[in-house]
């Protein structure tokens, strides 16, 4: 089956970088999409960036745009999100999803397959 694999979660001051990585295994798979989510303590999953693997064409949530930019190497079989400027409302376990069901690449509800998440804490 297949597996989503986070890492590059940590602890980083306000202002600060960090980079995610998601990578799939498992065997030979195809997504449509893919896409990175946040839950913040007390709050539901809520979608911040997502990939059409296809066309590379990118969706972003409004509190992340222009703060953090999604990729992909398909390759590596490997996405990314590049956050920039955090802040403390940034902090959250942070999912990969693959696995599209309709069009609403920002909706936790649309999608098959998760990892298992990683935290980022800013402060």
């Known amino acids: 089956h297949v597996q989503l694999v986070e890492s590059g979660g940590g602890s980083v001051q306000v202002g600060g970088t960090l980079r995610l990585s998601c990578t799939a295994s498992?065997?030979?798979?195809?997504?449509?999409?893919l896409a990175w989510f946040r839950q913040r303590p007390g709050k539901s999953r809520e979608g911040i960036a997502a990939?059409?693997?296809?066309?590379?064409?990118?969706y972003y949530a409004g509190s992340v745009k222009l703060r953090f930019a999604i990729s992909l190497d398909s390759a590596k079989r490997t996405v990314y999100l590049d956050m920039n400027s955090l802040s403390p409302e940034d902090t959250a376990v942070h999912y990969c999803?693959?696995?599209?069901?309709?069009?609403?690449?920002?909706?936790?509800?649309?999608?098959?397959?998760w990892g298992q998440g990683t935290q980022v804490t800013v402060s």
């Open positions: 999803a693959a696995d599209l069901r309709s069009w609403y690449p920002l909706t936790a509800a649309e999608y098959n397959i």
């Open positions: 990939i059409d693997t296809q066309s590379g064409s990118t």
């Open positions: 498992g065997y030979t798979y195809s997504t449509n999409a």
